[in-house]
Every structure is written in C-alpha cells, then in structure tokens.
C-alpha cells in the first residue's frame, strides 16, 4: 500500500524558516516524480513545487519561486521542503503528492501556520 | 501560466441526477487535464486522467471529455458519496495549475 506520511508542520513567525518532510513507502520512491500541492484554508489547490525521480529538475510556482526549496533523499525514500522568509499567505495545509504529469498518491496533508 | 476556469463555482442536485462540470483553459492544452475530488477534511483523489483516461478504482459513473480548451467531467447519476469539491489540473506547462473548483451540494 502507498503511504506518504508529512511532518514538520506548526506555528512559525514571518520572515522564519520551517522545513517539512513526506517518508514514502509501498512504492519505488526513485522511480517517481514527486511534489508539493498546497491549500490555504477555506481556498483551493495550489501547486507550489515539482522534483524530477533523480532530484536534478525542480520547478517552482511564481508565489514560492525563490523562497521554497524541493529537494529529496532516494535512500531515505524522503521528500522535502525547505521554506524560508515565510509570509502570511505561506499558511496552508501542505500535501506531498507522487506526481507524473498528475497526482496520482496523497498524503494527509500537514498544517502550516505563519502568525506572529 | 495556463489559467484554468471552472463552472459553477456550485452546482445543486439531486441524488440520481447525472451533472456535468466545465474547466476551461486559457490557452489549447491537447488533452493534458487531470481532475480530482476532494471530500471535507480529506485529501484529493485522482479521478480521471488526460482529460477522458480512467483511473483503477474510480466509479464508471465519473467519466471525462474534451480537448484543446474545454473539458468536462461528467457523473452519471449523482450518489451521496460524489458531493464534494471537483479540481481540474492542467500539465501542458510544467508549471502546473489547478482550477478554483466546483462544489457539487444535496438541492
């Protein structure tokens, strides 16, 4: 069965950093493309940042490109997100997703909250 | 970025009815739209995949269609279990985007 299990998630103040991780399993984890897909409360889906199976490609949205780091440990069968100068719209529920071109495993989701 | 449209924004039905929701590019993206579900406090499901491709698992009932810029998603008699928030996702471009949604409530 696949599992993508988030943590890392809290309060953090703006302009902070916070870094969270999904652990894979049930499946290949370097085989597959992977990806973060955020949902500020009460708003929608947003993708926020791909990673390619081997972590050489990444590609980012406009509202994270600069501040968001993807990045992923194969051994470890462990994505990450990296996030810094956190800013208020950042809060949001936070899923790791194995992604081809689609989204086709989810994990829970973990929440992010940026407040002072 | 490829801006998705989805319409309604709600749609209202009854239990047995068959709906249909619509998700429209800004730009032809082939048949490069993904759609998913997603029930309150839970994570999205895939449903369909490039635009009409089935995904093992989902109901016959959820079907899709279109190409170029306009796409539907279509459930063939409505059960309790389908109201929830439908999401298309466009990945022509690898800068991906997803549509605002369509909640699909009990009239």
């Known amino acids: 069965e696949v599992q993508l299990v988030e943590s890392g998630g809290g309060l953090v103040q703006p302009g902070r950093s916070l870094k969270l991780s999904c652990a894979a399993s049930?499946?290949?984890?370097?085989?597959?493309?992977m990806a973060w897909v955020r949902q500020a409360p009460t708003k929608g889906l947003e993708w926020v940042a791909s990673?390619?199976?081997?972590?050489?490609?990444?590609h980012y949205g406009d509202s994270v490109k600069g501040r968001f780091t993807i990045s992923r440990d194969n051994a470890k069968s462990t994505l990450y997100l990296q996030m810094d100068s956190l800013r208020s719209e950042d809060t949001a529920t936070y899923y790791c997703?194995?992604?081809?071109?689609?989204?086709?495993?989810w994990g829970q989701g973990v929440m992010v909250t940026v407040s002072s | 970025n490829i801006v998705l449209t989805q319409s309604p924004a709600t749609l209202s039905v009854t239990p047995g009815e068959s709906v249909s929701l619509s998700c429209r590019a800004s730009q032809s993206i082939s048949t490069s739209i993904h759609w998913y579900q997603q029930k309150s406090n839970e994570s999205p499901r895939l449903l369909i995949k490039y635009a009409s491709q089935s995904i093992s698992g989902i109901p016959s009932r959820f079907s899709g269609s279109g190409s170029g810029t306009d796409f539907t998603l279509s459930i063939n008699r409505v059960e309790s279990e389908d109201f929830s928030i439908y999401y298309c996702?466009?990945?022509?471009?690898?800068?991906?985007?997803f549509g605002s949604g369509t909640k699909l409530e009990i009239k």
């Open positions: 997703a194995s992604a081809g071109r689609y989204f086709d495993y």
């Open positions: 049930g499946f290949t984890f370097s085989d597959y493309n």
């Open positions: 996702q466009q990945s022509y471009s690898s800068l991906y985007t």
């Open positions: 990673i390619s199976y081997g972590g050489s490609n990444t």
